[in-house]
Structures are given as C-alpha cells and as structure tokens.
C-alpha cells in the first residue's frame, strides 16, 4: 500500500489497523472506513485501500471461538477433593 496515496484522514485508521489483534477489532474498523467514506472524509481510493488492508491482516489474526474454551471444558468435579479429604481423616 502507497501511503502517500492516502488522504490524512485515513492515516489513523491504517494505524489502527495495523494494530488490530481480533476479527472484532477488524469488524469494527470496516465501520469506521464506512462511516468515514459516507460522511465525505475518505474518498473511494482510500477506503479501498484500507479496505484492502483490513482483509490483509485478517488472514493474519486468528478467528476467535464463539464459545470460550473454558466453556468447552468440563469443570472439575468437587467429589474426588472430597473423597481425598476424607481418605486424609482416616
């Protein structure tokens, strides 16, 4: 990407970009390329361009679960702590 191309008020955004770490982070900035093309402060070269950038990092951020992994793990049943309790006492 050509920054010099880019009008002044894309720079942070390509910032932020670059420091973009989830697909959340990414989906976020999309919105404010949008919203930033729609109210006149990107023109199409631009957006484009950091249009192009978003997908690029986005093949370098992993996708996040929709389900946290700790959900996916069973909790640890409290009845063998017990039983070791109860072994101790004897």
């Not at 720079?11 to 390329?33: K, M, N, T, V, Y």
């Not at 950091?50 to 986005?58: D, E, G, T």
Request: glycine share 2%; proline share 9%; aromatic share 2%.
């Amino acid at each position: 990407m050509q920054t010099a191309r880019l009008n002044p008020a894309a720079i942070p955004l390509q910032a932020r970009i670059g420091q973009a770490r989830s697909w959340a982070d990414l989906d976020l900035l999309c919105e404010h390329i949008d919203a930033a093309y729609q109210r006149g402060e990107l023109d199409l070269s631009s957006a484009d361009e950091l249009s192009a950038l978003v997908a690029a990092v986005a093949l370098k951020v992993p996708e996040q679960p929709s389900i946290p992994a700790e959900a996916l793990l069973d909790p640890e049943p409290e009845e063998p702590e017990m039983l070791h309790n109860t072994r101790q006492a004897a």
